[in-house]
């Protein structure tokens, strides 16, 4: 592969890493509306929206912040969402300043190529982990997959028509 190639392989590992880190986002996010419908069964759906916007407008570690009110984490899962959060900030802001040299060789590409390709594996992971949180609060709801499908149809039905 040249070395063009090898930048573009770079660059499209890059994006599928912020996307993985994006889904574990918005999986926290709804967790945390289950979470709170949990704890507040009587929330009307302005409320939960207004919620669900209110969360959409913070950051991973104000998420995280945010799951301390709902549950109490064990120290090691902590240590696993803080772990996760330091990749996230050094994904999307220090990255490709500190392996700006890296992309001039093939060395280099490769190197980035394994740590983004870790990074991935680990943003997929903290998503998966966040959705399995998710599926047993949904459970102990009594929600089915199809009462949250009809949810989200409600939601984009409604965004459409405004």
């Known amino acids: 592969m040249d070395e063009v190639e090898l930048r573009k392989e770079v660059f499209a590992w890059f994006g599928a890493s912020v996307y993985a880190a994006n889904l574990f986002e918005q999986e926290l996010i709804t967790l945390l509306i289950l979470a709170r419908r949990l704890k507040e069964d ?38 696993l969402l803080k772990n996760y959060l330091n990749k996230r900030n050094h994904l999307v802001h220090n990255f490709f300043r500190d392996n700006s040299n890296n992309l001039i060789s093939e060395y280099g590409c490769k190197e980035m190529l394994n740590e983004l390709k870790e990074m991935y594996r680990r943003f997929i992971e903290a998503d998966q982990i966040s959705q399995e949180m ?29």
Do not use: A, P
């Open 42 to 79: 009587n929330l009307t759906y302005n409320q939960i929206e207004c919620f669900d916007i209110n969360l959409s407008k913070k950051t991973l570690g104000g998420l995280i912040k945010e799951l301390s009110k709902y549950f109490q984490l064990h120290t090691e899962f902590e240590d």
């Open 134 to 162: 998710s599926k047993k609060l949904r459970e102990k709801m009594g929600w089915s997959e199809d009462m949250i499908d009809e949810i989200v149809k409600k939601s984009l039905d409604k965004k459409r028509d405004k």
